[in-house]
């Protein structure tokens, strides 16, 4: 097929942007279909009479973003538009605060102990690939915001966090996630663990928290040292069961719908129904919506928001930037239901916003011009590949484990079937220089779950090679009977 890409030569914008650009949204809109053929760089090239290497600079940056895939010798096609994000923010936009600037366009803890260095592969669930992190887009943001007259953001400001950037999250939230909320709702905050300190404020002592069983230890520990009571509930393979959610005595459930972590479980509507028809049943039910990597899901259509289907006020929507950017970004948020919202004016809006207006301001930018945008989707590619790579590696393997929680987030996990404790497993990997993390320590211990021998594979830090070589290792490790697999 042709495309009829008008270009500009009088544009500032250079031809190979301008041909990406133009791609990118006819993708968007839909008028160029999934699995559609586009022309060959060097047809398009003869066809604009422009050079082939301005074709191929446009279409390295489609490829890299997840827009169009390359199939060896049968040319270029659209990709699944269903699975790219779309934030629907770009190209700046007038703020109260922040204004516009002129640029070019174009979830768990683990910290690491001391004494660690033995091991030659680590596949730790937690942390991001930084080798990807966009440092010349974030230098030359910071650069901008931080020009000499720009006096402002050095000022006090909202304690929810700046209405451009709330204005910002919200967009996001409503065209990646399905939430339903204004900017007014969200309150921004230095991470998670902050968030719900200030929570605590919010919903005041005289609660009971039901948490899945296994489940985030971070929040975990962070309800505790608030003093709330904890009851764990145990899943099945839908998530959190409501019957036994029905009889903890409980009135706030602390839930990860969309891809439980650690076990990767993804919520059914109808247990997502229930769950809300449980909040709905008392006055001052809550459900905590825990949405720390759904980003990331790499077959099928991503998994809309639990909020988005709640009509009664009754979920609490929990975000981050730390696994989508950069865990140091700092960066989380809160969409409070309404009533909640009247409750923190009231009670806790003193409290000055714990993250900075100049890093709110970079983040924004980010967002606004596109940038966070580009950046899923080509972090999203990079994840995939790694992830298909751990698979691909792990075919050996299945006689000996099954491979569970695929698919979608930064970490999968290997269940044995050969009767093999968790605690050899680990072990016998640590001999061979690999760090795995096992499925019981995440469990609550007041819980009665009891989980098959489990370990968790994570490869968000880790390069291709370093996969194959860490599964090479365990290859080795934990073969059958002291032998190596074939």
């Not at 080798?131 to 953001?153: A, G, Y």
């Not at 663990?193 to 929040?219: C, F, V």
């Not at 966070?372 to 995939?384: C, F, G, I």
């Amino acid at each position: 097929m042709e495309l009829m890409i008008p270009l500009d030569s009088h544009s500032e914008m250079p031809y190979y942007e301008q041909i990406y650009e133009y791609i990118r949204e006819e993708i968007k809109k839909g008028n160029l279909k999934s699995s559609a053929r586009i022309p060959s760089t060097r047809l398009l090239a003869e066809h604009l009479k422009v050079s082939r290497s301005t074709t191929q600079m446009a279409y390295e940056q489609l490829l890299s973003e997840g827009y169009i895939e390359s199939i060896p010798c049968k040319g270029y096609f659209v990709s699944r538009i269903e699975e790219l994000v779309v934030t629907g923010q770009e190209n700046g936009g007038e703020s109260p605060f922040f204004g516009t600037y002129p640029w070019e366009v174009p979830g768990d803890s683990h910290p690491a102990a001391a004494g660690e260095a033995e091991y030659k592969v680590d596949f730790s669930p937690r942390g991001v690939d930084l080798d990807s992190f966009p440092f010349n887009t974030w230098r030359k943001i910071t650069k901008i915001t931080l020009v000499d007259d720009n006096k402002e953001m050095f000022a006090t400001g909202d304690p929810q966090g700046e209405p451009a950037f709330r204005e910002a999250i919200r967009g996001y939230l409503h065209s990646a996630r399905g939430v339903n909320c204004t900017a007014e709702q969200i309150v921004v905050g230095a991470g998670t663990e902050y968030l719900l300190m200030l929570l605590s404020r919010i919903l005041g002592p005289d609660h009971t928290i039901a948490m899945e069983n296994p489940t985030y230890k971070q929040a975990y520990r962070v309800f505790k040292s608030l003093g709330y009571p904890v009851v764990p509930v145990e899943m099945d393979g839908s998530g959190l069961e409501t019957s036994l959610l029905e009889r903890s005595g409980a009135d706030i459930a602390y839930v990860m719908p969309s891809h439980q972590y650690p076990t990767g479980i993804v919520m059914p509507v109808k247990r997502r129904q229930e769950l809300l028809s449980w909040a709905c049943k008392k006055e001052g039910r809550y459900l905590i919506e825990d949405d720390y990597d759904s980003e990331f899901r790499y077959k099928g259509k991503p998994i809309p928001a639990l909020q988005g289907m709640d009509g009664r006020e009754r979920v609490i929507y929990s975000g981050t930037f730390s696994k989508s950017v950069a865990p140091a970004i700092r960066v989380s948020y809160l969409v409070l239901p309404k009533p909640l919202l009247a409750v923190y004016r009231e009670r806790v809006n003193f409290y000055t916003s714990t993250v900075s207006r100049i890093d709110q301001n970079i983040l924004y930018q980010f967002m606004m011009g596109g940038y966070y945008e580009r950046h899923l989707n080509r972090m999203r590619a990079v994840y995939k590949a790694k992830h298909d790579t751990l698979i691909g590696a792990l075919k050996p393997f299945e006689k000996q484990f099954t491979i569970k929680g695929e698919y979608a987030g930064l970490h999968l996990l290997l269940t044995d079937k050969k009767n093999r404790t968790e605690e050899w497993l680990v072990e016998s990997a640590k001999q061979a220089g690999v760090k795995v993390y096992g499925l019981s320590t995440y469990l609550i211990r007041e819980g009665k779950a009891v989980v098959v021998p489990t370990v968790i594979l994570g490869y968000a830090m880790l390069s291709e090679d370093a996969i194959k070589e860490g599964i090479r290792l365990l290859k080795t490790a934990w073969s059958s009977d002291g032998e190596q697999e074939e």
